[in-house]
């Protein structure tokens, strides 16, 4: 799984080294990728041409939220998307017969990323953590 720092030099890097690990590796190899759906941008059309993309998602961001990295210092858990996300799973031959995508796993996933319930959307999110700078700076 990749869910990489939102720098597009950064993302385009990696889809590269993915790409070539890929085409070299002598067994099943797979990755899910997690990035925004920034589709006028190198990496993700590099990601989404890519000949071992095996499949690719979006997910509106209305539909789904994160667990926050700062969880311990917020006072909800999840937060919500602040963009659409792209699902990319990029496999060699090996790893492709090896981990078989289905439309039932793709489904599995957004399911999986699904807003949990009570989850706010992302104003909501943005105003109660300005609350609670405030209040540490007090």
Request: charged fraction near 25%.
């Amino acid at each position: 799984e990749a869910n990489p720092p939102f720098v597009p030099e950064l993302m385009l890097h990696m889809a590269e080294k993915m790409c070539a690990l890929l085409e070299t590796a002598r067994g099943p190899l797979s990755f899910t990728v997690f990035v925004p759906s920034w589709a006028r941008l190198p990496f993700y059309q590099h990601l989404k041409k890519a000949s071992k993309c095996r499949a690719h998602c979006t997910i509106p961001a209305s539909e789904h939220a994160f667990c926050d990295g700062a969880q311990h210092e917020k006072l909800h858990r999840y937060r919500p998307s602040s963009f659409d996300s792209s699902v990319f799973i990029l496999q060699n031959d090996a790893g492709a017969a090896r981990w078989a995508v289905t439309p039932e796993i793709l489904g599995e996933l957004k399911e999986a990323m699904r807003n949990p319930e009570g989850t706010l959307d992302l104003k909501a999110y943005e105003k109660s953590n300005q609350v609670t700078k405030s209040n540490e700076n007090r």
